[in-house]
């Protein structure tokens, strides 16, 4: 069974559709991601899959749930964890009353689906250890993308949604993160990986669909990541160049 169903999307801004058909799938214990150019509409899926934008056609489904009558701010509780561009973290307050905040939000909206606590979360990102009671605004961009993951976690979500997580940090820093989505992975987490980064994606995605201008217009499955890699007609008609190496 999947955790998420895409079917026919269409959604966009002031009525104008950005995305056009868009169908995809994320299933149960599975990571996927979504590869393609800046501009190819990654985004603006996340935010319509998030509520944040209006679905003009199509459906978007989460288990056997419809989302389309759900509010953006009701999604959590319906099992959807997103980490977004700009984080959107409390920086004024520290590391601790951040994940303490999460965690009490999402006892109480899934209170049969505790999968993480502070302390789990602190294990898969050891700096937090020594930072809890550091104001976030005072945090390093990778640093705070550690907190805004771990608060996500501590939302108890069945779908974990990461909308480029590797965007403006250190080669480092990347490196742990991606380290922190591969073990989720393996534990059976179900992730939504958006990620401009091939060599990345591939790293922590079973699978990937690759959009453009609002389509998705091509399906790496299982075992085809080298090939994709590879060949560089679809890398320069889709991604605008090669894959790149990991970060």
Not at 18 to 29: D, E, T, Y
Request: proline residues 4%; glycine residues 12%.
């Amino acid at each position: 069974m999947s955790v998420l169903d895409i079917t026919n999307l269409e959604a966009g801004y002031g009525g104008m559709p950005v995305l056009h058909g868009v169908a995809l799938s994320v299933g149960r214990n599975e990571s996927v991601a979504v590869i393609g150019a800046n501009g190819s509409g990654k985004s603006t899926l996340v935010r319509a899959i998030c509520g944040l934008i209006p679905i003009l056609a199509g459906e978007v489904r989460l288990g056997d749930v419809s989302l389309q009558a759900i509010p953006a701010h009701l999604r959590v509780g319906r099992g959807i964890a997103a980490v977004l561009e700009g984080r959107h973290l409390f920086g004024e307050l520290s590391v601790r009353d951040n994940l303490r905040l999460a965690a009490a939000h999402g006892a109480r909206l899934r209170p049969g689906a505790r999968r993480f606590d502070v302390a789990q979360v602190g294990a898969l990102f050891p700096f937090l250890g020594g930072r809890m009671d550091s104001a976030v605004e005072l945090l390093s961009g990778g640093e705070q993308q550690m907190v805004a993951i771990a608060r996500a976690l501590l939302l108890n979500p069945d779908l974990l949604i990461l909308d480029e997580p590797s965007t403006g940090l250190a080669p480092k820093v990347v490196r742990e993160i991606m380290a922190v989505i591969a073990r989720l992975r393996e534990s059976g987490m179900s992730i939504l990986l958006i990620e401009q980064n091939v060599a990345l994606a591939a790293e922590c995605a079973d699978r990937a669909y690759v959009m453009a201008v609002g389509r998705v217009v091509h399906e790496i499955h299982a075992g085809q990541w080298s090939t994709f890699r590879q060949d560089e007609t679809l890398l320069r008609a889709y991604l605008g160049g090669a894959a790149g190496p990991a970060s």
